[in-house]
């Protein structure tokens, strides 16, 4: 979970998670292979159920892409 001292990020999409709308929250999730339990955004986790298995359909300013990306160098 990548929390900063303005709040949680999103590790997809690397905004912040702003819950001020009611119907956002904060999504948690784990991924084999990465320890921390991850968050997203409710947009965002419609993208990450989508990209599946394809870490290079995420948006590369996400904290996964760069997990994967630099797993791959």
């Not at 900063?4 to 999409?13: E, F, L, R």
């Not at 702003?18 to 921390?36: K, Q, W």
């Not at 965002?44 to 870490?55: P, S």
């Amino acid at each position: 979970m990548t929390i900063t001292s303005s709040g949680p990020m999103c590790d997809v999409c690397g905004d912040y998670i702003l819950p001020l709308d009611p119907e956002e929250r904060v999504n948690t999730f784990n991924i084999g292979g990465i320890r921390e339990t991850l968050t997203c955004h409710n947009k965002c986790k419609a993208v990450l159920v989508a990209a599946g298995t394809d870490w290079k359909l995420l948006p590369e300013k996400g904290s996964i892409y760069k997990a994967f990306a630099k797993a791959q160098d």
